[in-house]
């Protein structure tokens, strides 16, 4: 008997919810996560992230004047980022996406911005690798290679994002959750250039 993405295994539901990603949203938010199936999706996230990123350093064109120990440093840094910083950065990150869908109208919970946020970069993530290797094989250059990978994945986690954050937070559109989404880069954005200015 087949069983339904709902209803599958993890892997399964995170490559079925490109299908439809605000209803694989609201299949999640029906599962009722726990805290600790959140934390589990930032984290495992973290980790498939950092897959890609790791592929960047170790195959990307300046990788072979690249010391073996400058590489296990390299990897150890991305990894211990990926499990904790990364984590961390999730939580601040679905506390704003939340204060800003509640700003427009939304009404989603703390716990429905939790887990859109940490179930649409879990989504993201294969996608993320993906833009990696194909960083790779077109770039010529470390620095091209990193930019490349990272807009493509900044892009695939935004329109990700978009949705379940709509979803999450019952907007009639995925645009009013891009909207969310583009506050929040903003904010970003004007972070680092009061850090650059510091």
């Known amino acids: 008997m087949e069983r339904s993405l709902r209803e599958g295994g993890l892997l399964w539901r995170m490559l079925g919810a490109w299908a439809d990603l605000r209803r694989a949203m609201r299949g999640e938010l029906d ?8 934390l589990f999706y930032a984290m495992l996230s973290g980790l498939i992230w950092s897959v890609g990123e790791l592929m960047l350093v170790r195959y990307s064109p300046a990788s072979a004047a690249l010391p073996e120990e400058e590489f296990l440093g390299n990897a150890a840094a991305i ?3 990926a499990l904790f910083v ?13 204060a800003i869908a509640r700003g427009l ?12 946020m940490f179930w649409a970069v879990l989504v993201a993530a294969p996608a993320m690798v ?7 094989m077109l770039a010529d250059t470390p620095r091209s290679a990193g930019a490349i990978s990272d807009t493509l994945g900044s892009l695939a986690f935004a ?22 989404v583009v506050i929040m880069a903003a904010m970003v954005l004007a972070v680092i250039a009061v850090m650059a200015l510091l």
């Open 130 to 136: 993906a833009a990696a290797l194909l960083a790779l």
């Open 86 to 98: 990364r984590t961390l950065a999730l939580y601040l990150a679905a506390a704003v996406a939340h």
């Open 31 to 38: 599962r009722q996560p726990t805290e600790g199936r959140l």
């Open 105 to 116: 109208g939304g009404g989603g919970s703390w716990r429905d911005s939790r887990a859109a």
């Open 79 to 81: 990894l211990g980022g």
């Open 159 to 180: 329109w990700v994002a978009a949705a379940c954050i709509a979803e999450a937070h019952g907007f009639a559109s995925t645009w009013r959750g891009l909207v969310v």
